[in-house]
Antibody, heavy 118, light 110 residues
């Protein structure tokens, strides 16, 4: 059974940093693109970043370019999101998801909440 | 890349059909057949319901169908059931390795 479990969320001050993790199981993690998506309170989903199987290609939404970094450790079946220079508007539930060639996310985790506030 | 436009809410009685729209531009919805729909019960993991405009992943009931005309995609839920009550989000490929979502629609089963 495919399982994605996010962790690392919490309360952080504006300007601070946080690293999110996503533990994957039940599938061949190293063979698939992976993604991060978030949902701010009362808002829709927002795609953040994709990473290729070997980490050689990464793509970001403009609003997080230069602040967030997606990376993975295939030996640990884990996906990460390093978040720096956090702003109040980054407050959201962050989801990791499998990203398929048909431009869709076919499995998602349950998310981890990040709150940016002083 | 601007978010796609969805109605904030939709509703229907059990057994009825309801259609949720998702409007973009020629740079996203109108330009690609990479439209997806997700069902999201609050507090749970979103679930892929439709991909490539009208394809259903294994296990998704055929009561769920998708279509597209011009810059607007649509999700139709037929034979509404109580468990269909959830938030529904559309997404589209926007070119240049970008994806864009809609604002989400809260579907209420009356």
């Amino acid at each position: 059974e495919v399982e994605l479990v996010e962790s690392g969320g919490g309360l952080v001050q504006p300007g601070g940093s946080l690293r999110l993790s996503c533990a994957a199981s039940g599938f061949a993690f190293s063979t698939l693109w992976m993604s991060w998506v978030r949902q701010a309170p009362g808002k829709g989903l927002e795609w953040l970043a994709n990473i290729k199987q070997d980490g050689s290609e990464k793509y970001y939404v403009d609003s997080v370019k230069g602040r967030f970094t997606i990376f993975r450790d295939n030996a640990k079946n884990s996906l990460y999101l390093e978040m720096n220079s956090l702003r109040a508007e980054d407050t959201a539930v962050y989801y990791c998801a499998r990203y398929r060639p048909w431009q869709a996310f076919d499995y998602w985790g349950q998310g981890t909440l990040v709150t940016v506030s002083s | 890349q601007s978010a796609l436009t969805q109605p904030p809410s939709a509703s229907g009685s059990p057994g009825q059909s309801v259609t949720i729209s998702c409007t973009g531009t020629s740079s996203d919805v109108g330009g690609y057949n990479y439209i997806s729909w997700y069902q999201h019960h609050p507090g749970k993991a979103p679930k892929l319901m439709i991909y490539e405009v009208s394809k259903r992943p294994s296990g998704v009931p055929d009561r769920f169908s998708g279509s597209k005309s011009g810059n607007t995609a649509s999700l139709t839920v037929s034979g509404l059931q109580a468990e269909d009550e959830a938030d529904y989000h559309c997404s589209s490929y926007g070119g240049n390795n970008n994806l864009v979502f809609g604002g989400g629609t809260k579907l209420t089963v009356l």
